[in-house]
């Protein structure tokens, strides 16, 4: 299954269990916005995206980078959780790049197509 169809449908699987329209995207806090802007859902899911690929191209190991979110207590945390879990796993299936442009670019790029795919808007 391609990545883009596999992302797809966790997201529609999340958005469904949660009752959750992008459309009319909450505010969330995200301890990963180290500039304290307030992200909608689906911007601070990209923004997590972007982030994990940053961390596999500079060499992270997959196993720590999945090692350090919380254990979920509530089953929306859960169903978050294995979406994040899901898009961790999707970076580490992206090649390895040398140049640091190219890393940046690599993992800006999944970090948008990661947003279109939560707005619905992929294609």
């Known amino acids: 299954m391609k990545l883009k169809n596999k992302l ?6 999340l958005l469904l269990s ?8 909450q505010v969330v806090d995200n301890p990963l916005n180290a500039y304290g802007l307030e992200l909608t859902l689906c911007e601070s899911i990209a923004d997590f995206a972007e982030d ?3 961390l596999r191209q500079n060499g992270a ?6 090692a350090l979110a919380p254990q979920p207590t509530t089953q ?6 294995l979406i994040l879990d ?8 992206l090649n390895v790049v040398e140049s640091k442009y190219d890393k940046a670019y690599l993992s800006e ?15």
């Not at 899901?86 to 299936?93: D, F, R, S």
């Not at 999944?110 to 808007?121: E, I, R």
């Open 8 to 13: 797809l449908s966790i997201f529609a699987t």
């Open 18 to 25: 949660c009752q959750y329209s992008p459309v009319h995207a």
């Open 52 to 54: 994990v690929s940053n």
């Open 61 to 66: 190991k997959y196993e720590d980078v999945i």
């Open 76 to 81: 929306t945390e859960k169903d978050i959780k």
């Open 86 to 93: 899901e898009i961790t796993y999707a970076a580490w299936q």
């Open 109 to 123: 790029e999944f970090g948008k197509q990661v947003y279109l795919v939560c707005v619905g808007d992929s294609k």
